[in-house]
């Protein structure tokens, strides 16, 4: 597959509403719309999705065409992304899965507190895991990619957070329900939205305290908006959120096998790694753009981080002891997840 040739086999433009994939001579046989959540300078839509249709265009020598949507401009809102998909209301959608609390419980593994890796790494792994555990929960859609972006830090309105202590009595964004049970273990109060709502609670003080990568920072203006940032550093980060890329089931069915081909081999765990690569690439230009804006960075020390990896691991047994309850093997699945992501460190000699 050639994933790795993606960005540099196609030109991108972000500066149109709908970002047309290409021209060829002949008409497609084939138009797609690809609908998402972020705006046009994102990673997602800039260096992911968008290089991604016009690799598939021109696979598929123009057969096939897709139309870029982002910020959601075909409608509704980011946690209805999955459903456009699966209806055909959208041919193929980029959404978190925890948007849709309890929708994807087994995905969830991948969220718990200090699980993640790198964005590639874990990515690799979720996408190993999804095809032999997911595949009763993405029954309903064709499915292209799983992936997560980098572990995330916090990004304080009005003070630098050090301590647990620190985030006692804020308002703190969740960004899925496993985290904001974890958070809740330090006191504090987790509002939970959607990304695309933060800039906006920030600005209004509905929230002291935004939790995210620095990859979104920079598209969404985080950084002037916040004076502080947290980083968690080590082998595995604080969290991460696990995202779905998708394809209406009957869009995938109506291509002929040579163009469902195009689509599979511009799929799977090559595609992950590729996506995940770029959001570990992001980190960098998101929090460049914050120490440019002279904003204050501090680095959790190493008895620090431990002391809230302890604090939050009753988070992660509860999970185990939940998804048991729910007639999953808890363990097992915890357990592959945590093997499959240690698997891919060592071979992306991260570890």
Request: hydrophobic letters at 40%.
């Amino acid at each position: 597959m050639r994933i790795k040739t993606l960005v540099a086999a196609v030109s991108l433009s972000v500066a149109g509403v709908t970002l047309s994939t290409g021209s060829w001579a002949a008409d497609p046989e084939f138009t797609f719309k690809l609908h998402h959540m972020l705006p046009p300078m994102s990673t997602a839509h800039a260096k992911f999705l968008t290089p991604w249709a016009e690799k598939v265009e021109q696979d598929s020598g123009g057969r096939i065409h897709i139309d870029v949507y982002p910020a959601m401009q075909l409608g509704g809102k980011p946690p209805q992304l999955f459903d456009q998909a699966r209806k055909g209301i959208a041919d193929i959608t980029w959404t978190v899965t925890g948007y849709t609390p309890g929708r994807f419980p087994i995905s969830t593994v991948f969220e718990l507190p200090f699980m993640p890796a790198s964005a590639k790494t874990t990515s690799m792994a979720m996408q190993e895991f999804a095809e032999k555990e997911m595949a009763d929960e993405l029954k309903d859609v064709h499915l292209l990619a799983v992936h997560t972006h980098s572990p995330g830090s916090l990004n304080s309105r009005d003070k630098q957070i050090k301590t647990a202590a620190d985030i006692d009595g804020t308002k703190l964004r969740a960004p899925n329900k496993v985290m904001a049970d974890a958070f809740s273990v330090f006191d504090a109060n987790p509002v939970f939205m959607p990304v695309t709502q933060m800039p906006s609670a920030l600005s209004k003080g509905v929230l002291d305290i935004a939790v995210l990568p620095f990859e979104v920072v920079a598209p969404l203006k985080i950084h002037e908006l916040v004076k502080y940032h947290t980083e968690i550093k080590g082998e595995r980060g604080l969290y991460v959120n696990t995202f779905l890329f998708t394809m209406n089931k009957d869009a995938y069915e109506s291509l002929p096998a040579d163009l469902q081909k195009v689509i599979d081999d511009n799929s799977g765990i090559e595609l992950a790694g590729h996506i995940g690569e770029l959001f570990d690439e992001g980190e960098k230009i998101g929090r460049d753009a914050a120490v440019k804006q002279g904003n204050t960075f501090y680095t959790l020390p190493d008895s620090e981080r431990d002391a809230w990896k302890q604090a939050m691991q009753p988070i992660t047994d509860a999970w185990i002891q939940d998804m048991t309850s729910e007639g999953y093997d808890g363990q097992r699945l915890y357990d592959e997840a945590n093997e499959l992501i240690s698997k891919y460190a060592k071979l992306n000699g991260e570890s």
